[in-house]
């Protein structure tokens, strides 16, 4: 019994700690002229300590699960009734997508690209690194909310496909969405030599952790 007891204090003890609540407050839902259905996510970030905490993440996007463990954005999980959707490429990001007129164009973005990362010399390259790194840190305030949003378009494609995993998305089942952010520091600053690391981390105390939404009811019927 005496360990059951200190077994249930330590969750109890876990539990308060927590230091970041992550929440989707609503999706709202339209439809494009193309045919298309866009959902506007409202969700919010609290800081559940008496504490000033700053932490790695980037907002301007939110990415699928399975969209890159390195990437600091926020990751989107879509569940089909209780069956997570194991899929990337349901939604794209509005904006976020280019579009080429045919393989020649595409080849020439990509090839600008590489021609651009190759004229730039190895300093240059790590300043870019540390500018987006520090452009990303947010401060939040002792119990601040910030809010934020992200538009996800979904064009309507039942059938899935990521390498040999294939999906159909049921149109009269249930679906639900739900936000994760897992916070990182020098995980991000692989690619930087200690000093640098040093330098980009000297006097900061940055929140890291894997953090998850509630789950909330999006439409993906007819």
Known sequence: ????????????????????????????????DDGSREFTLQYQITNL???????????????????????????????????????????????????????????????????????????????????SFLENIQKLEPKETKNFKAILVWDKTRYHKNDVIEYYIEEKEKHYLELHINLMAEELLQNFTEEEKKEVLHDKTLTKGWFTSNKIAIDLGE
Do not use: C, W
């Open 1 to 32: 019994m005496r360990y059951l007891v200190l077994f249930l204090f330590s969750i109890t003890v876990f539990s308060q700690s927590k230091p970041i609540e992550l929440k989707i407050n609503s999706i709202k839902t339209s439809n494009t």
């Open 49 to 131: 300590t008496d504490k000033p905490i700053s932490f790695v993440l980037d907002t301007t996007s939110v990415i699928p699960i399975g969209g890159g463990s390195l990437r600091p954005n926020p990751y989107y999980k879509v569940y089909e009734n209780e069956a997570s959707v194991e899929v990337n490429g349901i939604f794209t990001g509005k904006g976020k997508t280019r579009h080429f007129k045919d393989e020649a164009a595409y080849n020439t973005y990509r090839d600008s690209l590489m021609n651009y990362i190759k004229s730039r010399t190895p300093e240059q390259l790590s300043q870019i690194r540390k500018e």
